[in-house]
Protein backbone atom coordinates (compact mmCIF):
# COMPACT_ATOMS: atom_id res chain seq x y z
CA UNK A 1 0.00 0.00 0.00
CA UNK A 2 1.15 3.77 -0.14
CA UNK A 3 2.61 5.09 1.77
CA UNK A 4 1.90 7.97 4.10
CA UNK A 5 2.55 11.79 3.63
CA UNK A 6 2.32 14.42 0.50
CA UNK A 7 4.11 12.37 -2.84
CA UNK A 8 6.93 14.16 -4.00
CA UNK A 9 6.27 15.54 -8.54
CA UNK A 10 7.84 12.48 -9.41
CA UNK A 11 5.63 10.04 -7.42
CA UNK A 12 2.00 12.05 -8.25
CA UNK A 13 3.06 11.65 -11.71
CA UNK A 14 4.00 7.88 -11.21
CA UNK A 15 0.83 7.74 -9.37
CA UNK A 16 -1.15 9.27 -12.00
CA UNK A 17 0.31 7.05 -14.72
CA UNK A 18 -0.50 4.17 -12.89
CA UNK A 19 -4.12 4.98 -12.60
CA UNK A 20 -4.28 5.24 -16.52
CA UNK A 21 -2.50 2.09 -17.03
CA UNK A 22 -5.33 0.26 -15.11
CA UNK A 23 -7.07 0.73 -18.67
CA UNK A 24 -4.43 -1.24 -20.91
CA UNK A 25 -6.77 -4.62 -20.13
CA UNK A 26 -9.49 -3.20 -22.13
CA UNK A 27 -12.23 -2.74 -19.19
CA UNK A 28 -14.01 0.25 -20.71
CA UNK A 29 -15.18 1.81 -16.93
CA UNK A 30 -13.65 1.53 -13.87
CA UNK A 31 -14.73 2.67 -10.15
CA UNK A 32 -12.34 4.47 -7.79
CA UNK A 33 -11.96 1.66 -5.62
CA UNK A 34 -10.98 -0.90 -8.73
CA UNK A 35 -8.50 2.01 -9.71
CA UNK A 36 -7.38 1.52 -6.03
CA UNK A 37 -6.99 -2.24 -5.96
CA UNK A 38 -5.11 -2.01 -9.15
CA UNK A 39 -2.95 0.63 -8.25
CA UNK A 40 -2.61 -0.22 -4.15
CA UNK A 41 -3.72 3.17 -3.16
CA UNK A 42 -6.28 3.93 -1.17
CA UNK A 43 -9.56 4.84 -2.57
CA UNK A 44 -9.41 8.69 -1.62
CA UNK A 45 -5.84 8.59 -2.81
CA UNK A 46 -6.98 7.23 -6.24
CA UNK A 47 -10.56 9.09 -6.82
CA UNK A 48 -8.19 12.20 -6.27
CA UNK A 49 -5.97 11.35 -9.12
CA UNK A 50 -8.92 10.31 -11.08
CA UNK A 51 -10.98 13.48 -10.65
CA UNK A 52 -7.04 15.22 -11.53
CA UNK A 53 -7.02 13.46 -14.85
CA UNK A 54 -10.52 14.40 -15.45
CA UNK A 55 -9.70 18.27 -15.23
CA UNK A 56 -7.34 17.60 -17.86
CA UNK A 57 -9.08 15.00 -20.36
CA UNK A 58 -7.11 12.20 -19.49
CA UNK A 59 -9.96 10.24 -17.76
CA UNK A 60 -13.76 11.47 -18.34
CA UNK A 61 -16.36 10.42 -15.54
CA UNK A 62 -19.55 8.78 -16.48
CA UNK A 63 -22.47 11.22 -14.32
CA UNK A 64 -24.61 8.36 -14.24
CA UNK A 65 -22.67 5.78 -12.43
CA UNK A 66 -19.53 7.94 -11.36
CA UNK A 67 -17.34 5.15 -13.23
CA UNK A 68 -14.11 6.49 -15.14
CA UNK A 69 -13.29 5.53 -18.74
CA UNK A 70 -10.06 7.02 -21.28
CA UNK A 71 -11.14 10.43 -21.85
CA UNK A 72 -10.51 12.79 -25.04
CA UNK A 73 -6.74 13.91 -24.31
CA UNK A 74 -6.13 10.42 -24.44
CA UNK A 75 -7.44 9.82 -27.45
CA UNK A 76 -5.65 12.93 -29.16
CA UNK A 77 -2.13 12.12 -28.11
CA UNK A 78 -2.97 8.74 -29.44
CA UNK A 79 -3.88 9.47 -32.61
CA UNK A 80 -1.11 11.76 -33.25
CA UNK A 81 1.37 9.51 -31.83
CA UNK A 82 -0.50 6.92 -35.03
CA UNK A 83 -0.02 9.61 -37.39
CA UNK A 84 3.69 10.51 -36.49
CA UNK A 85 5.19 7.25 -36.61
CA UNK A 86 3.70 6.64 -39.97
CA UNK A 87 1.53 4.04 -39.07
CA UNK A 88 -1.40 5.19 -41.32
CA UNK A 89 0.48 4.56 -44.00
CA UNK A 90 1.26 0.66 -43.31
CA UNK A 91 -2.40 -0.61 -43.73
CA UNK A 92 -1.55 -1.33 -47.88
CA UNK A 93 1.35 -3.29 -46.59
CA UNK A 94 0.40 -5.17 -44.10
CA UNK A 95 -3.14 -6.17 -46.09
CA UNK A 96 -1.09 -7.04 -49.04
CA UNK A 97 1.17 -9.67 -46.71
CA UNK A 98 -1.73 -11.19 -45.34
CA UNK A 99 -3.86 -12.12 -48.40
CA UNK A 100 -0.65 -13.08 -50.23
CA UNK A 101 -0.34 -15.50 -47.01
CA UNK A 102 -3.80 -16.41 -45.64
CA UNK A 103 -2.70 -15.06 -42.29
CA UNK A 104 -3.32 -12.83 -39.52
CA UNK A 105 -0.07 -9.63 -40.05
CA UNK A 106 0.34 -7.74 -36.53
CA UNK A 107 2.87 -4.82 -36.07
CA UNK A 108 4.21 -4.12 -32.89
CA UNK A 109 6.48 -2.48 -30.77
CA UNK A 110 8.28 -2.55 -27.35
CA UNK A 111 6.79 -1.23 -24.09
CA UNK A 112 8.86 -2.68 -21.10
CA UNK A 113 8.27 -6.37 -20.81
CA UNK A 114 5.43 -6.95 -23.13
CA UNK A 115 5.02 -5.99 -27.05
CA UNK A 116 2.39 -3.73 -27.91
CA UNK A 117 0.66 -4.42 -31.15
CA UNK A 118 -0.29 -0.98 -32.93
CA UNK A 119 -1.92 -2.34 -35.90
CA UNK A 120 -2.98 -5.74 -37.28
CA UNK A 121 -5.80 -8.38 -37.58
CA UNK A 122 -4.98 -9.42 -33.87
CA UNK A 123 -6.31 -6.57 -32.58
CA UNK A 124 -10.10 -6.40 -31.56
CA UNK A 125 -11.64 -4.15 -33.56
CA UNK A 126 -15.04 -3.17 -30.84
CA UNK A 127 -12.44 -2.94 -28.23
CA UNK A 128 -9.48 -2.46 -29.29
CA UNK A 129 -8.38 -5.77 -26.67
CA UNK A 130 -5.31 -7.89 -27.71
CA UNK A 131 -2.66 -4.67 -27.75
CA UNK A 132 -0.49 -6.72 -25.46
CA UNK A 133 2.32 -9.66 -25.36
CA UNK A 134 4.45 -10.54 -23.35
CA UNK A 135 8.05 -10.70 -25.06
CA UNK A 136 9.08 -13.71 -23.87
CA UNK A 137 6.01 -16.80 -25.33
CA UNK A 138 6.11 -14.52 -28.80
CA UNK A 139 7.50 -14.60 -31.68
CA UNK A 140 7.16 -10.74 -31.57
CA UNK A 141 8.23 -10.22 -28.58
CA UNK A 142 11.86 -12.63 -29.34
CA UNK A 143 12.21 -10.52 -32.24
CA UNK A 144 12.34 -7.34 -29.98
CA UNK A 145 14.22 -8.74 -28.00
CA UNK A 146 17.20 -10.19 -30.35
CA UNK A 147 18.17 -6.81 -32.21
CA UNK A 148 17.28 -4.81 -29.22
CA UNK A 149 19.48 -1.54 -28.56
CA UNK A 150 22.21 -2.22 -25.52
CA UNK A 151 21.61 -2.57 -22.57
CA UNK A 152 17.74 -3.59 -23.14
CA UNK A 153 18.10 -7.35 -23.98
CA UNK A 154 18.71 -8.51 -20.65
CA UNK A 155 16.72 -11.37 -20.00
CA UNK A 156 16.91 -10.71 -16.42
CA UNK A 157 15.06 -7.79 -16.71
CA UNK A 158 11.78 -9.22 -17.24
CA UNK A 159 11.13 -11.04 -13.95
CA UNK A 160 9.85 -14.23 -13.66
CA UNK A 161 8.95 -15.92 -17.10
CA UNK A 162 5.89 -17.12 -16.44
CA UNK A 163 4.25 -19.95 -18.58
CA UNK A 164 1.12 -19.08 -20.94
CA UNK A 165 1.27 -22.66 -21.95
CA UNK A 166 3.06 -26.00 -21.25
CA UNK A 167 5.37 -25.12 -24.32
CA UNK A 168 6.11 -21.60 -23.09
CA UNK A 169 10.29 -20.99 -22.71
CA UNK A 170 10.52 -19.89 -18.72
CA UNK A 171 14.25 -20.70 -18.32
CA UNK A 172 16.03 -17.76 -18.56
CA UNK A 173 19.23 -19.41 -19.79
CA UNK A 174 16.54 -21.08 -22.54
CA UNK A 175 15.90 -17.68 -23.28
CA UNK A 176 18.76 -16.56 -24.25
CA UNK A 177 19.45 -19.36 -26.50
CA UNK A 178 16.70 -19.20 -28.14
CA UNK A 179 17.19 -15.49 -28.86
CA UNK A 180 20.69 -16.17 -30.57
CA UNK A 181 19.25 -18.37 -32.69
CA UNK A 182 16.68 -15.98 -33.64
CA UNK A 183 19.80 -13.58 -34.41
CA UNK A 184 21.24 -16.66 -36.53
CA UNK A 185 18.62 -17.50 -38.45
CA UNK A 186 17.05 -14.00 -38.90
CA UNK A 187 13.24 -14.56 -38.12
CA UNK A 188 11.34 -15.97 -34.37
CA UNK A 189 8.91 -18.77 -33.96
CA UNK A 190 6.01 -18.93 -31.70
CA UNK A 191 4.88 -22.53 -31.98
CA UNK A 192 2.15 -23.02 -29.12
CA UNK A 193 3.82 -20.73 -26.63
CA UNK A 194 1.74 -18.16 -25.87
CA UNK A 195 -1.93 -20.15 -27.62
CA UNK A 196 -2.44 -23.79 -28.31
CA UNK A 197 -3.24 -24.49 -32.03
CA UNK A 198 -1.53 -21.47 -33.02
CA UNK A 199 1.90 -20.72 -34.80
CA UNK A 200 3.89 -17.23 -35.56
CA UNK A 201 6.60 -15.93 -37.26
CA UNK A 202 8.16 -12.37 -36.81
CA UNK A 203 10.53 -10.67 -38.31
CA UNK A 204 12.36 -6.95 -37.35
CA UNK A 205 11.75 -3.94 -38.80
CA UNK A 206 15.44 -2.38 -38.59
CA UNK A 207 16.96 1.02 -38.40
CA UNK A 208 20.49 1.83 -39.83
CA UNK A 209 22.12 0.74 -36.68
CA UNK A 210 20.54 -3.00 -37.41
CA UNK A 211 18.26 -2.53 -34.41
CA UNK A 212 14.87 -3.11 -33.84
CA UNK A 213 12.20 -0.40 -34.11
CA UNK A 214 9.46 -2.47 -34.93
CA UNK A 215 8.51 -6.35 -34.53
CA UNK A 216 6.29 -7.82 -38.28
CA UNK A 217 4.48 -11.42 -37.81
CA UNK A 218 2.39 -13.62 -39.65
CA UNK A 219 -0.02 -15.99 -37.41
CA UNK A 220 -1.77 -19.05 -38.55
CA UNK A 221 -1.99 -22.36 -37.93
CA UNK A 222 0.95 -25.26 -37.76
CA UNK A 223 -1.34 -26.50 -40.57
CA UNK A 224 -0.63 -23.40 -42.58
CA UNK A 225 2.92 -22.03 -41.72
CA UNK A 226 4.03 -25.91 -41.92
CA UNK A 227 8.05 -26.82 -41.18
CA UNK A 228 8.30 -27.27 -45.20
CA UNK A 229 7.09 -23.55 -45.63
CA UNK A 230 8.55 -21.95 -43.08
CA UNK A 231 11.32 -20.18 -45.27
CA UNK A 232 8.57 -18.84 -47.58
CA UNK A 233 6.46 -17.50 -45.00
CA UNK A 234 10.24 -15.75 -43.93
CA UNK A 235 10.38 -14.51 -47.31
CA UNK A 236 7.17 -12.49 -47.72
CA UNK A 237 7.42 -11.49 -44.22
CA UNK A 238 11.21 -9.62 -44.78
CA UNK A 239 10.03 -7.89 -47.89
CA UNK A 240 6.81 -6.61 -45.98
CA UNK A 241 9.47 -5.27 -43.25
CA UNK A 242 12.09 -3.47 -46.01
CA UNK A 243 8.90 -1.84 -47.10
CA UNK A 244 8.00 -0.62 -43.63
CA UNK A 245 11.56 0.21 -42.97
CA UNK A 246 10.32 3.31 -46.49
CA UNK A 247 7.69 3.90 -44.70
CA UNK A 248 8.23 4.39 -41.17
CA UNK A 249 11.68 5.86 -40.77
CA UNK A 250 12.96 9.04 -42.04
CA UNK A 251 15.79 8.00 -44.82
CA UNK A 252 19.33 9.02 -42.83
CA UNK A 253 17.87 6.05 -40.10
CA UNK A 254 16.85 3.93 -43.01
CA UNK A 255 19.22 0.85 -43.84
CA UNK A 256 20.95 1.14 -46.59
CA UNK A 257 20.10 -1.06 -49.71
CA UNK A 258 22.80 -3.53 -51.47
CA UNK A 259 21.96 -3.35 -55.30
Not at 93 to 102: I, K
Amino acid sequence: MEKSGSPSGTQAVQRAMSVLACFRDGGPTLSASDLARRTRLSTSTAHRLARALVSTGFLEQDARTSRYRLGPSMTELGRLSFHQRGLHRVAPELGQLAHATSATVDLAIRNGPHAVILIGGSVDPDDGTGLRRPLHSTALGKVLLAWAPPGEDDVAALGPLRPQTERTIVDPEELRAEIERVRKVGYALNDGESSHGIRTLAVPVLDRAEQVRYALAVRSTPEVITDTRIGWFAMHARACARALEVLLLPPEERRITDF
